[in-house]
């Protein structure tokens, strides 16, 4: 099982013909947020995931939770909270990229502590952790407390995610994506994330560092322009983007963190010795698989992660 770390809310989708009116807008409610669709996107590819996460005890809060075991995402690690539901608002641009506005002060998904850590047994494989739980307090310092906890014992995956909205400080974002970056074994990150964390720095001068401490693979995506991954024992390998009929890019990041952790999965290859002993061809074949399954999230509109009967 792999147990996913962060925030659960609600994305609202601005859909500005719904209504005639000028002074109305109509909006599509769907259940997200990064870590609660890297849960689903494993749990659609096969692979058995849970959500560490705070839920409402709101309607909005109680039917994520019934979205997830729906899913069959396990909610053994899910705790409610009398607090409201984040909420996103999301505006998707011409060219598929969205833009978000978060409403999350005070949210469920923030509320956290170290009281709530669970005791983890050898059915968890790995964790992954990402987007603005990372920086947001109290769920901040108690999933990092998590990682430290847990390092040395299963894999860690990370995705920073960046979202300036709920958090805008970059500073803050820096130093909590090197915190998490030195006890993970797998870091994806996009080039939006890097012109975010740090503009103007060559790649080489970000990754090498990463690669220095436990991290065995760092994998960047660039949306049209496709995906790298950086390997500690063979450098740099790099696949174009799949051609697709672009609805947008909602959730494609998601899908292929998904996509990364099942196809290790598959392969028995999901543990810090398993991503060491990769070969060159075996790269190029987990990249080409996640790849693929991005591709199908951004032939869909919003978030919707394909199923495992979708791929190869």
């Not at 939770?65 to 995402?73: F, K, P």
């Not at 990092?144 to 400080?169: C, F, K, T, Y």
């Not at 994506?177 to 797998?186: E, K, N, P, T």
């Not at 998601?254 to 999901?270: K, M, N, P, R, V």
């Amino acid at each position: 099982m792999y147990l996913v770390c962060g925030e659960a809310l609600f994305d609202f989708f601005c859909e500005p013909g719904r209504f005639a009116q000028a002074s109305r807008l109509g909006y599509e409610a769907v259940a997200g947020g990064s870590p609660f669709n890297v849960a689903v996107g494993l749990a659609r590819l096969g692979v058995p995931a849970a959500l560490l996460a705070g839920v409402s005890e709101d309607f909005l809060g109680q039917r994520l939770r019934t979205v997830l075991t729906g899913e069959g995402v396990s909610d053994q690690y899910l705790h409610d909270f009398d607090a409201p539901t984040t909420l996103a608002m999301v505006a998707v641009g011409a060219d598929g990229t969205p833009q978000y506005s978060f409403r999350g002060q005070g949210c469920a998904d923030r509320l956290l502590t170290l009281a709530h850590l669970p005791v983890l047994d050898d059915s968890v494989h790995g964790l992954h952790f990402g987007s603005f739980s990372l920086v947001v307090e109290p769920v901040g310092a108690t999933l990092l407390a998590l990682a430290r906890r847990e390092h040395g014992r299963r894999l860690i995956s990370l995705d920073p995610n960046v979202r300036l909205n709920p958090a805008p400080d970059i500073g803050l974002w820096r130093r909590r994506i090197g915190d998490f970056a030195s006890l993970a074994h797998l870091i994806k990150v996009s080039d939006e994330d890097l012109a975010l964390l740090y503009p103007g720095q060559p790649l080489a001068e970000v990754v090498t560092p990463w690669l220095n401490e436990r991290c065995q693979l760092v994998f960047v995506t660039r949306g049209a322009l496709g995906a790298s991954v950086y390997s500690r024992q063979h450098g740099e390998l790099h696949l174009p983007a799949q051609a697709v009929d672009m609805a947008d890019t909602v959730g494609a990041g998601d899908t292929f963190q998904a996509a990364l952790l099942t196809w290790l999965h598959e392969q028995g290859l999901d543990s810090p010795a398993g991503l060491a002993s990769l070969g060159l061809e075996q790269l190029g074949e987990l990249l080409n698989f996640a790849t693929a399954a991005a591709a199908l999230t951004c032939a869909k509109v919003g978030p919707d992660l394909p199923y495992r009967r979708q791929l190869p």
